[in-house]
């Protein structure tokens, strides 16, 4: 998997990738093997909310974003500019209801 997200990163200097694996180990292992060639400037790696920092390599760490006890997504601004976005398949629904919810916010309440 490592080798064909390289390969199209190659062959398309603007492709953008989500890689998603079916556990954190799994996910953790793909972020350090991409951490070979690609700086924390260029991926992210986006852990459960709840998931303890401690299970974490500090290899992977710095390619997540920890804060106030919990781990965190960027501003959409920030995600944006990332290249690779590695998660697991559960975690990759964070992105689809973070998107959606900047797409289509909810309606604003009115007072009747």
């Known amino acids: 998997m490592v080798e064909c997200i390289l390969q199209v990163l190659r062959n398309d ?3 953008k990738v989500l890689a ?5 180990e799994a996910a953790d292992l793909i972020c350090l093997r ?3 060639v690609k700086s924390p400037d260029w991926m992210f790696r ?3 909310f709840m998931r303890a920092p401690r299970s974490l390599e ?3 760490m710095k390619y997540s974003l920890y804060h106030s006890g919990a781990f965190q997504l960027p501003k959409m601004e920030t995600l944006r500019e990332y290249q690779i976005v590695v998660c697991t398949c559960s975690s990759s629904g964070y992105l689809f209801r973070f998107v959606s919810s900047l797409l289509h916010p909810p309606p604003a309440a009115t007072n009747s």
Request: one cysteine or more.
């Open 20 to 24: 998603c694996a079916p556990s954190n």
């Open 46 to 48: 986006l852990n459960a």
């Open 58 to 60: 500090p290899d992977v």
């Open 34 to 36: 991409l951490a070979e």
């Open 13 to 15: 200097l603007n492709a």
